[in-house]
């Protein structure tokens, strides 16, 4: 994985600063995503590393699933192609968009509960996160029917637990070292 990384980090920062100069930063974000998405299906796996398809041909094959792609995009793809870095699509998406967080001052929270948020709960949370990290807040949502009740939000190497599983380990702690 780090070789990818490393093979993708160039290219997400060369895509980034296209795109935050010409302020399109939005589109490139749309555009890497289902390129991506593209790059991964199961059908592509198997034709990647087939060096008889041309760079061209690959163009053709993701603009088409694309419905068309900007000029830029196809000249993007057609420079990964020649290079053999097509597989590198997905890691140059998330570089590129943790780029674009770090411009936009937003951070991604990974939120797990228990049970589906009601009306306005999630917007709540969301607002005390940004209050408490000083930064735009993008939730991730998933259910976790383990945790009991509650929910365990997860931004950056920082947990925040209050779930009721979390709350009774606790408690069970306590009672153990008592």
Do not use: C
């Not at 399109?24 to 555009?31: E, G, I, P, R, V």
């Not at 020649?82 to 780029?99: C, G, K, Y």
């Not at 807040?137 to 929910?151: C, E, H, T, Y």
């Amino acid at each position: 994985m780090a070789e990818t990384a490393t093979i993708a980090r160039p290219y997400a920062e060369a895509v980034f600063a296209m795109a935050d100069k010409a302020g399109t930063l939005s589109q490139w974000s749309d555009t890497l995503g289902h390129l991506a998405a593209i790059a991964q299906a199961p059908e592509m796996h198997q034709i990647l590393g087939n060096p008889k398809v041309t760079s061209a041909q690959f163009v053709g094959l993701f603009s088409s699933a694309q419905g068309g792609l900007p000029a830029e995009a196809k000249a993007f793809l057609e420079m990964l192609t020649e290079n053999r870095r097509l597989e590198a699509l997905p890691a140059v998406r998330d570089q590129f968009e943790q780029l674009k967080a770090e411009r936009e001052g937003a951070v991604d929270a990974s939120i797990e509960t228990a049970f589906p948020f009601q009306a306005g709960e999630l917007e709540a949370l969301v607002a005390d996160l940004e209050r408490r990290f000083k930064r735009k807040i993008r939730p991730q949502v998933s259910l976790n029917k383990d945790l009991i009740g509650g929910a365990r939000v997860s931004v950056g190497d920082q947990v925040i637990d209050g779930t009721v599983r979390g709350k009774l380990q606790a408690m069970s702690a306590g009672l153990m070292g008592s």
